[in-house]
């Protein structure tokens, strides 16, 4: 037998070579995997805050040295372990009719800006001072599918999954941007510091520093947040009535999630009679509950109103003379009726706004529910009842910064949510929103009251301690003295600028990558 070529050993050589690369490579598969797993094992009702730094760590050390294709496809893999079992309610609610594609489709979408993240952090893995730039650029991705497509979807934040966290306080410093990038910058730094011991570098004091400072800062700025009543206390109701626990028939239930929540409140008003209830000076109750033309007449509410003698603040869906429909909350008083009116300002796509709609019948269910889009709402919303000046939100709203900001900015002395989550069963769909009302408590100062149809109600401190919350599919009604502030967080004050300035930081490193390789050659 010949002996082989020169040409021969050289490509054997390089096969060698590529199969050695595989073969120390095939790790970085199964760990972007279970990372993007533990963002969804740390994420409420379970409190592993600490477990999403790891997480983020884990991603880094993946992507770490890697062309941006291989950072996108660890960074797709990584963002669907982490969405798929997250959005899991998705598949309750609508695999009945529509099998698992939603569900897939969705979490499929959200993972790919998770792919784009893990492009631009190998890119910017290369350069010095790499894990401030990674988690600019995860941030950058982040506030992407926050925004788009149809409006985005910000389910999952980094910064939702630290209601309870060390790095929670920061949420009243810079919002959720800056939280979110805290956490990624110390997940990088935690890979930085395991990538410097593994390659026998001795420099470990800047990943070190980066990895424990915004937790210990966090930890020491605790005791500075405020929870003290400055404006007085108000005694706040919060209705439960409860909802069939039926998923995707809840389209055809309205009389019976109305019946209830109307029963809940005569009830609430014979309590007060009977003295087993202190009066309160406003009534909470969900969203959707009830349903007004152009003249918002509404008798059964006005006589429960008029019977428990204080105002109430009430969700429902409204047709207006214009022949828009609109998800909105009214301020019902004794004897004068709705005086106030907020309009959810954040559509949820596909439900109450339905894009490609031609389409969208193949994998919802509201394209029949409402043959056109609701009309959103374009200012915040503060009621002045009942001795407080609340700032609202519906459901969906309490994922968006701009909401609650908006309420703070116009005085707002506490905030409340109406939500109706009975849609989603008894899933973990609902405990990951009570998370985002914790959040935006601590990141503006207010105590928040939770009005949820079938669960979770809460009332929320403004340190973001659950003070009292109800058990899911079950009536209630939770009574509380909330405390009224009107003080300005510096998040309220900035907005949404350091996360914008943070996002411009990743931005530019990628850029510079480009202008490196260009340079370089």
Not at 46 to 64: D, K
Not at 91 to 114: I, M, N
Not at 425 to 450: K, T
Not at 475 to 482: G, I, S, Y
Request: proline residues 7%.
């Amino acid at each position: 037998m010949a002996a082989p070529t020169v040409k021969e050993q050289h490509t054997d050589s390089r096969t060698r070579r590529v199969a050695v690369r595989a073969v120390r490579s095939w790790w970085r598969i199964p760990v972007a995997v279970l990372a993007g797993s533990a963002i969804f094992v740390a994420s409420p009702p379970r409190n592993l805050w600490w477990l999403v730094p790891f997480a983020v760590a884990a991603l880094a050390l993946v992507v770490r040295g890697r062309r941006a294709g291989a950072g996108f496809g660890h960074g797709l893999l990584f963002g669907f372990a982490a969405m798929l079992p997250m959005l899991g309610w998705l598949q309750d609610f609508l695999s009945d009719q529509f099998g698992p594609w939603p569900w897939l489709g969705v979490a499929l979408v959200q993972a790919a800006f998770f792919g784009l993240a893990g492009a631009g952090m190998a890119r910017v893995s290369v350069l010095r001072g790499a894990p401030v730039w990674m988690a600019a650029v995860f941030l950058v991705a982040e506030m992407l599918r926050s925004a788009i497509p149809f409006g985005g979807f910000p389910w999952g934040r980094l910064a939702f999954t630290q209601p309870e966290g060390a790095m929670t306080p920061w949420a009243a410093v810079g919002g959720a941007g800056l939280v979110t990038f805290l956490v990624a910058v110390v997940g990088t730094a935690i890979g930085e510091f395991v990538a410097r011991i593994a390659g026998g570098r001795r420099r470990l004091a800047a990943p070190a520093v980066l990895a424990i400072a915004p937790v210990a800062l966090g930890l020491a700025m605790w005791p500075l947040v405020g929870t003290e009543a400055q404006e007085g206390t108000a005694k706040v109701a919060v209705v439960q009535g409860n909802a069939p626990d039926v998923g995707l028939d809840l389209l055809y239930e309205d009389d019976v999630l109305r019946d209830n929540h109307m029963r809940a409140l005569r009830d609430l008003a014979d309590d007060v009679r009977a003295g087993q209830v202190q009066r309160p000076d406003v009534v909470v109750l969900p969203e959707q509950v009830g349903s007004w033309g152009p003249q918002r007449s509404d008798p059964e509410l006005a006589a429960a109103t008029a019977d428990l003698g204080v105002p109430v603040v009430v969700g429902g869906l409204g047709r207006d003379a214009d022949g828009e429909i609109r998800n909105r909350i009214l301020a019902w008083e004794p004897e004068r009726g709705p005086t106030q009116d907020y309009v959810k300002r954040h559509l949820v796509p596909f439900a109450e706004a339905i894009p490609l709609r031609p389409l969208a019948s193949m994998v919802t269910p509201f394209v029949d529910r409402f043959p056109q889009d609701m009309v959103a709402g374009d200012r915040p919303g503060v009621f002045d009842v009942g001795g407080a000046k609340i700032g609202l939100g519906l459901c969906f709203d309490v994922a968006y910064d701009d909401v609650f900001l908006g309420a703070a900015r116009e005085g707002a002395t506490m905030f409340a949510v109406p939500t109706n989550n009975a849609w989603y069963g008894r899933s973990e769909m609902s405990y990951q929103h009570l998370a985002m009302s914790q959040f935006r408590a601590v990141e503006h100062g207010r105590a928040v009251v939770v009005a949820a149809t079938s669960g979770v109600s809460a009332i929320i401190d403004p340190d973001g301690t659950l003070r009292q919350q109800t058990r899911q599919f079950t009536p209630d009604v939770l009574v509380a003295d909330v405390p009224l502030r009107s003080s300005t967080t510096p998040a309220t004050v900035v907005g949404s600028v350091p996360a914008y300035v943070l996002a411009t930081i990743g931005v530019a490193a990628l850029l510079w990558t480009f202008r490196r390789r260009t340079a370089a050659n």
